[in-house]
């Protein structure tokens, strides 16, 4: 088998050598000679079957015979590429540059040496001359400003690209590379603002436009963006910002729901704007609660957002309220989307509870956090209130003396660590330990 693909692949290089043969023998009439096309045909011959230092030791008779053949110096580039000999390589490939400069293959190999040897800065003055023979090697140049830092000629190049050719995903990459340093983004605020006066229906330009608003928080100039955007092109998901507004406004309860669930599932909206949505619509869903539901289909949305845990943030807002159903489930949805439990968050759930009367579920909520805290004395503190309410005084006496030697500077704790231990023991009938604690408790408040 070896056998036979070796004979397909000369008679596949003897079709080929008589066109590279006389591409050779068209630069350069001495080498019309037998001996040049004995040695030129031999050199196509191992170059194919890959014994490259012979088809150099070929080419080189051909040299001698025809030292200013740009065919032959090509072929030489090729050879000594391959064998990762890069400085003959770029040497030969240049040598057929010079020879003949209007042949864009012999510029193509002092690149491809120019990226094997991740010499970029040479591959720009390369590049550049490509780009004469074909501007699609301006994609190439981009690339090697970006290998090079030179971010000022990349930026300038992408943007003509993108509005000439239009945009690619590496591109964009590069351009969020380039903009994530602030000394860049004043200049792109003016590329774009321009952009959005020549071409008013381009969304990408409004978007990218917001991106750099938001990233320095200027959130006035993010609105006024958003209303250009939502008057040229309405249907836009960020016109959806701005129309969700207006709706607060005139109270079109349906319109704003389908606004909020449009922004909050957009993949282009910048959380920082959805956290803004969400807080108004909070506001708006506690004036009208016929469209509870709906928030809890909003929150769902923040699944995903390792920034914010948006559904304890609603908890907080119903228990300062002291909407204490509406916390709990909001806390215990936040405990859902947590892969670990918060401590935060799980004091507020037993407050919560308590201000509930919940008091079998402070007391198992507490026992299973103390399995997982055993040095929060809170935890302590709450498994005991629960036993002493469920009248499971001898439990809670244990608990909350397994717990007040965590107790750190913290006298409200303390103080009620010590009211809860003489209720239960109240609840024993040791009236003289009672006495203590109470007396104790009060002591406290005192200081």
Not at 2 to 8: A, D, G, I, T, V
Not at 140 to 162: P, R
Not at 209 to 221: G, N, R, T, W
Not at 411 to 420: A, G, T
């Amino acid at each position: 088998m070896k056998k036979k693909s070796l004979l397909y692949l000369v008679l596949l290089v003897i079709s080929n050598a008589s066109a590279l043969l006389a591409q050779a023998q068209a630069v350069n009439t001495e080498s019309g000679s037998t001996k040049f096309q004995d040695y030129f045909y031999e050199s196509l011959k191992q170059k194919g079957i890959e014994n490259y230092d012979k088809a150099i030791v070929s080419l080189k008779q051909c040299l001698k015979i025809a030292p200013e053949n740009a065919t032959v110096h090509f072929e030489l580039g090729k050879n000594y590429l391959a064998l990762k000999q890069y400085r003959d390589a770029y040497f030969s490939f240049e040598q057929a540059a010079k020879i003949d400069p209007t042949n864009k293959w012999f510029f193509v190999g002092m690149y491809d040496v120019d990226y094997a040897t991740k010499d970029f800065r040479n591959g720009i003055i390369t590049v550049n001359k490509l780009i004469t023979f074909d501007p699609k090697f301006k994609e190439d140049l981009t690339s090697l400003y970006m290998n090079t830092g030179q971010f000022d000629n990349a930026l300038a190049l992408i943007n003509e690209l993108n509005e000439t050719v239009g945009t690619t995903d590496r591109r964009n990459g590069y351009k969020m590379q380039i903009l994530s340093q602030p000394k860049y983004q004043s200049g792109e605020i003016e590329n774009l603002e321009a952009l959005i006066a020549k071409y008013p229906k381009e969304e990408a330009n409004y978007t990218a436009l917001i991106y750099l608003y938001s990233k320095v928080d200027d959130i006035a100039k993010v609105e006024a963006t958003v209303k250009k955007l939502e008057k040229e092109i309405p249907e836009s998901e960020w016109a959806q910002v701005s129309l969700f507004k207006m709706y607060l406004d005139q109270d079109n309860g349906p319109k704003v729901i389908k606004a909020v669930h449009t922004v909050l599932a957009s993949m282009q909206i910048d959380n920082k704007i959805k956290h803004r949505i969400m807080n108004e619509f909070l506001l708006y869903v506690d004036k009208n609660p016929q469209y509870s539901a709906e928030l809890d289909k909003a929150i769902n949305y923040f699944d995903y957002d390792k920034e914010v845990n948006v559904a304890f943030e609603i908890a907080k807002f119903y228990h300062n309220k002291k909407e204490w159903v509406k916390a709990i489930a909001m806390y215990e949805k936040a405990n859902s989307k947590s892969e670990v439990a918060q401590v935060d968050v799980n004091i507020l759930l037993l407050q919560a509870y308590t201000e509930n009367k919940e008091f079998k579920k402070v007391m198992e909520t507490a026992e299973e956090l103390l399995s997982l805290f055993p040095s929060q004395p809170q935890f302590y503190y709450y498994a005991g209130l629960g036993y002493n309410q469920l009248t499971q005084f001898k439990k809670a006496k244990d608990v909350l003396e397994s717990g007040i030697d965590f107790l750190i500077d913290n006298k409200p704790l303390e103080v009620n660590f010590n009211i809860q231990l003489g209720e239960a023991y109240n609840g024993l009938g040791d009236v003289k330990k009672k006495e203590f604690y109470f007396n104790k408790a009060n002591e406290l408040l005192k200081k």
